[in-house]
């Protein structure tokens, strides 16, 4: 039995990147004797263990042969017969393919420490195309390493060209599409994502309305940078979270008839983000400055935005003001936060200590919050 430090693990310390999780590659072993050692069954489907003390993952080497389309297409072989050299040809890209021995020494059956001077994201074989998520973690870690100066091999964006092409997304289930998205905003360029499936034409049938909001595709990246890509490098530049990036990016390809229905029918989106889409879709309104003489509308808003139980959102919605209307500045944000500030000087609890109760409660607290946004309104947007 051998042990092997095996993919990001290896590749993130060569790029003096720190290590997140490791993962271990286990050549000439079986189950049984993984199981005698202490190690923990942790899939049913594939011989993969953890470890009794670390908790780390432990993968049998395995061979793959492809048997039918899509990402589930294949059938697996693993045992003591599977040699290193199998294992690795299997993998995705040759810089994941890297493994360490248990002295340290890196091993490169591959070609990847080659692609990591070169800062290249390659294929290992032309069997790269036979699994479509393969052009969605391209895709990835490209959002992922191209601020260390990675990009794609043109040899293996012909074969995301080429998947297609020969409509290998169709297999891909909805869910795994928004699991790799999802990732992809969470990495330090997540536009590389939409650019790189929009140049290989994927975006137009992953994501359509946005694919024809970022204009036609073309082989090269001297394209005119579209609305909804400047909005999610601006939610990255002031430090959004993920939730905040997506509704940057989405905002205005769901303005209009339907809204947000058409992205639904393509991902399964979850439903905090749509809210906070939604959220958005109705704070728009009070971009122009006269629309703050609204203090009904105002105060709605701030009551849809759940402000005192959830001050997240109202954050959220305040930064996104800033990403999708920089031309305002902060005046905007500012303007509602003060809005917010206002409604919540006025509580239940002393009105109930004024004698007011049930339905009556309610109606003066609109009364004297409308009117204390409605003050603040003359004063701010006079000024």
Same mark, same amino acid.
């Given at each position: 039995?051998?042990?092997?430090?095996? @993919?990001?693990?290896?590749?993130?310390?060569?790029?003096?990147?720190?290590?997140?999780?490791?993962?271990?590659?286990?050549?000439?072993?079986?189950?049984?004797?993984?199981?005698?050692?202490?190690?923990?069954?942790?899939?049913?489907?594939?011989?993969?263990?953890?470890?009794?003390?670390?908790?780390?993952?432990?993968?049998?080497?395995?061979?793959?042969?492809?048997?039918?389309?899509?990402?589930?297409?294949?059938?697996?072989?693993?045992?003591?017969?599977?040699?290193?050299?199998?294992?690795?040809?299997?993998?995705?890209?040759?810089?994941?393919?890297?493994? *360490?021995?248990?002295?340290?020494?890196?091993?490169?059956?591959?070609?990847?420490?080659?692609?990591?001077?070169?800062?290249?994201?390659?294929?290992?074989?032309?069997?790269?195309?036979?699994?479509?998520?393969?052009?969605?973690? @391209?895709?990835?870690?490209?959002?992922?390493?191209?601020?260390?100066?990675?990009?794609?091999?043109?040899?293996?964006?012909?074969?995301?060209?080429?998947?297609?092409?020969?409509?290998?997304?169709?297999?891909?289930?909805?869910?795994?599409?928004?699991?790799?998205?999802?990732?992809?905003?969470?990495?330090?360029?997540?536009?590389?994502?939409?650019?790189?499936?929009?140049?290989?034409?994927?975006?137009?049938?992953?994501?359509?309305?946005?694919?024809?909001?970022?204009?036609?595709?073309?082989?090269?990246?001297? $394209?005119?940078?579209?609305?909804?890509?400047?909005?999610?490098?601006?939610?990255?530049?002031?430090?959004? *979270?993920?939730?905040?990036?997506?509704?940057?990016?989405?905002?205005?390809?769901?303005?209009?008839?339907?809204?947000?229905?058409?992205?639904?029918?393509?991902?399964?989106?979850?439903?905090?983000?749509?809210?906070?889409?939604?959220?958005?879709?109705?704070?728009?309104?009070?971009?122009?400055?006269?629309?703050?003489?609204?203090?009904?509308?105002?105060?709605?808003?701030?009551?849809?935005?759940?402000?005192?139980?959830?001050? *997240?959102?109202?954050?959220?919605?305040?930064?996104?003001?800033?990403?999708?209307?920089?031309?305002?500045?902060?005046?905007?944000?500012?303007?509602?936060?003060?809005?917010? $500030?206002?409604?919540?000087?006025?509580?239940?609890?002393?009105?109930?200590?004024?004698?007011?109760? @049930?339905?009556?409660?309610?109606?003066?607290?609109?009364?004297?919050?409308?009117?204390?946004?409605?003050?603040?309104?003359?004063?701010?947007?006079?000024?």
């Amino acid at each position: 039995m051998k042990i092997y430090l095996v @993919g990001g693990a290896v590749r993130d310390r060569l790029l003096n990147i720190p290590v997140k999780d490791r993962d271990w590659l286990v050549v000439g072993a079986t189950e049984s004797e993984m199981l005698d050692r202490g190690y923990i069954q942790a899939d049913g489907l594939f011989p993969v263990f953890l470890h009794p003390e670390t908790g780390e993952e432990y993968a049998l080497a395995r061979r793959e042969t492809k048997t039918a389309p899509g990402y589930k297409g294949f059938s697996v072989e693993y045992g003591p017969d599977v040699t290193l050299d199998e294992d690795l040809q299997r993998r995705d890209f040759t810089i994941n393919a890297l493994v *360490e021995d248990e002295q340290g020494e890196v091993i490169d059956r591959v070609g990847g420490l080659d692609d990591i001077t070169e800062r290249r994201l390659r294929h290992i074989t032309p069997a790269f195309q036979e699994d479509p998520v393969r052009l969605l973690r @391209g895709a990835r870690f490209i959002a992922r390493l191209s601020k260390y100066g990675f990009s794609l091999a043109h040899d293996t964006f012909g074969l995301m060209k080429q998947m297609v092409t020969a409509e290998e997304l169709a297999a891909l289930k909805p869910e795994r599409v928004w699991q790799e998205m999802s990732r992809a905003l969470t990495e330090p360029e997540p536009w590389r994502f939409f650019e790189i499936l929009h140049r290989c034409g994927a975006l137009h049938t992953l994501l359509p309305k946005l694919a024809q909001a970022m204009g036609p595709d073309q082989p090269h990246a001297d $394209q005119p940078v579209s609305e909804p890509i400047k909005a999610l490098k601006r939610s990255v530049a002031v430090g959004a *979270e993920p939730i905040v990036r997506f509704v940057a990016l989405f905002y205005g390809v769901c303005e209009g008839p339907g809204g947000s229905r058409w992205l639904t029918r393509c991902l399964p989106v979850k439903r905090e983000y749509l809210d906070l889409l939604e959220l958005l879709q109705g704070a728009a309104r009070f971009y122009p400055p006269a629309a703050r003489h609204d203090a009904s509308a105002t105060l709605d808003l701030l009551i849809r935005s759940r402000a005192q139980q959830h001050p *997240e959102r109202l954050n959220r919605l305040l930064m996104l003001g800033t990403i999708l209307w920089p031309e305002l500045g902060d005046g905007v944000s500012d303007w509602l936060h003060q809005a917010n $500030q206002a409604k919540e000087s006025i509580s239940p609890a002393a009105l109930n200590e004024e004698g007011f109760q @049930g339905a009556d409660l309610g109606r003066v607290l609109r009364e004297r919050q409308l009117k204390a946004i409605a003050t603040l309104d003359e004063s701010s947007v006079h000024a």
